[in-house]
């Protein structure tokens, strides 16, 4: 539920409040009983009255229909988000941005013969019997060739490259690594790139 959400329960709430306290003062001996059933006959022959009744049902069935749904945009876009990357030292649990692990990833992968680079990093919690939970990583890195390189050789440097990174950078072990080649550059983009 979002804060004006949140708020307009607040408001409903306090106004329920309210009208139950006043149904409690009528319900004693304060004020004559003619009295206010004439209050109530004038209040019920006024329009204001109807058009306050239709807009606090009108209000109800929205809150109601806000306690049916799963969450508000901010939980959903916070279940959206990836997860930090959790890897434990010596002295403890270290959380590592997602986007972190994305940079050094495409920082490592360019190897000779890689154009460009694009990293994608997902990250999910993994518990182990009597282990504290670490994080499995996936990196999907979309690859862009020069012309003329042998994308199983590229591919493997690439691999190696962004493995050692993990080990020794990160002190990740459990981790896998996707490679896909999005594009081969021409070899007339390779000779104007020479030339210039």
């Not at 539920?1 to 304060?30: D, E, S």
């Amino acid at each position: 539920m979002g804060y004006i959400n949140r708020f307009l329960l607040f408001l409903y709430t306090l106004a329920i409040a309210l009208a139950a306290l006043g149904v409690i003062v009528l319900c004693l001996p304060v004020f004559p009983i003619p009295t206010i059933l004439n209050e109530v006959a004038f209040a019920l022959s006024r329009w204001e009255t109807m058009a306050a009744a239709a807009f606090v049902f009108l209000f109800s069935v929205h809150l109601l229909a806000c306690s049916f749904s799963c969450g508000s945009k901010s939980e959903e876009k916070q279940a959206k988000e990836p997860e930090a990357v959790v890897v434990h030292g010596a002295s403890g649990e270290v959380r590592i941005a997602v986007s972190a692990v994305s940079g050094l990833a495409e920082r490592a992968a360019r190897v000779h013969g890689v154009e460009s680079v694009e990293a994608k990093v997902e990250s999910r919690r993994v518990a182990g019997e009597g282990v504290a939970p670490s994080s499995s990583v996936t990196v999907a890195l979309e690859l862009g060739l020069e012309a003329g390189q042998n994308v199983a050789q590229i591919s493997d440097a690439v691999r190696a490259a962004v493995s050692e990174q993990m080990n020794e950078v990160l002190g990740l072990t459990d981790y896998s690594i996707d490679i896909s080649v999005a594009e081969i550059a021409g070899k007339d983009a390779a000779k104007k790139s020479r030339v210039s």
